[in-house]
């Protein structure tokens, strides 16, 4: 398998994920072109893509979806309340029928050599959800917007080889920054944001020697920086004991352009 964020932040969010002849994204919060560069850099076309996997209909995730979907005539999965809002608002424009693919949280379904499953997380969205993908006896689990760590998401994250995951503010930046109070709330409730701090302990709970790889991504422009992130999760995952007992590596996902590339 090989994988890697295209870009991850409050602007836009693309990853891609591929194996055996099989290219997929995981959603298209980013302009067709943009989407295009960053797929030109791992040496491949938009016309090798076979599907965008979508979590949920905010801008920053759907703002490609549409126009990859239509240039390449991409098939679009997403969960069933997802794809309700899409017909509703029109979104993501005019999709042809058969390539509107509703996918029930849990069930799992094929894209290619590729097996993927969505899952529950709290966000303040229709229906939305987090991926996980399998391929020889791999797992890659992406969770990029999710408000608190529920059992669910522990689950999945838990046995992944490699994890992107949401690190999107640092506690006191947020609280002592200059963001409405209306705003703090909805970052910090149970279906806004996961901080640096909620990121490393989820990472206590479900790092195993399997788990190799974790970005932290989202990161906030206004409420974080990179160092901070890393250093927070980090110094964690040493309190807790889990560095160096698991040598997993963390990895900050770019906010715009393409972040490091994993095969495994």
Aim: proline share 4%; aromatic share 6%.
């Amino acid at each position: 398998m090989r994988f890697c964020p295209l870009a991850s932040g409050s602007s836009g969010n693309s990853a891609y994920v591929g194996a055996g002849g099989t290219h997929i994204l995981i959603d298209a919060g980013i302009s067709g072109k943009s989407i295009e560069a960053g797929l030109s850099e791992l040496g491949l076309e938009g016309r090798q893509l076979s599907a965008i996997l979508v979590t949920h209909e905010h801008s920053d995730h759907i703002v490609g979806v549409g126009v990859m979907s239509r240039r390449y005539e991409l098939p679009i999965y997403a969960s069933p309340k997802t794809w309700r809002y899409f017909d509703r608002h029109g979104v993501i424009g005019a999709i042809e029928p058969h390539l509107a693919r509703r996918i029930e949280p849990g069930q799992m379904f094929e894209v290619g050599s590729l097996q993927a499953v969505a899952f529950d997380v709290p966000h303040d969205a229709s229906q939305p959800v987090g991926y996980s993908i399998f391929a020889g006896g791999r797992k890659i689990t992406v969770v990029t917007d999710a408000g608190e760590a529920t059992s669910t998401i522990r689950n999945y994250v838990s046995g992944s080889d490699i994890v992107l995951l949401e690190s999107n503010h640092d506690l006191d930046m947020l609280k002592n920054g200059k963001y409405p109070q209306a705003l703090k709330r909805r970052i910090l409730g149970p279906c806004g944001h996961l901080s640096n701090k909620a990121a490393g302990m989820l990472l206590t709970e479900t790092a195993t020697e399997k788990m190799r790889y974790v970005y932290l991504g989202h990161l906030s422009e206004e409420n974080n920086r990179p160092l901070v992130a890393f250093g927070t999760v980090e110094g964690i995952l040493y309190n807790q004991g889990i560095l160096p007992q698991v040598g997993l590596q963390l990895i900050i996902a770019q906010r715009h352009g393409v972040s490091a590339v994993i095969e495994l």
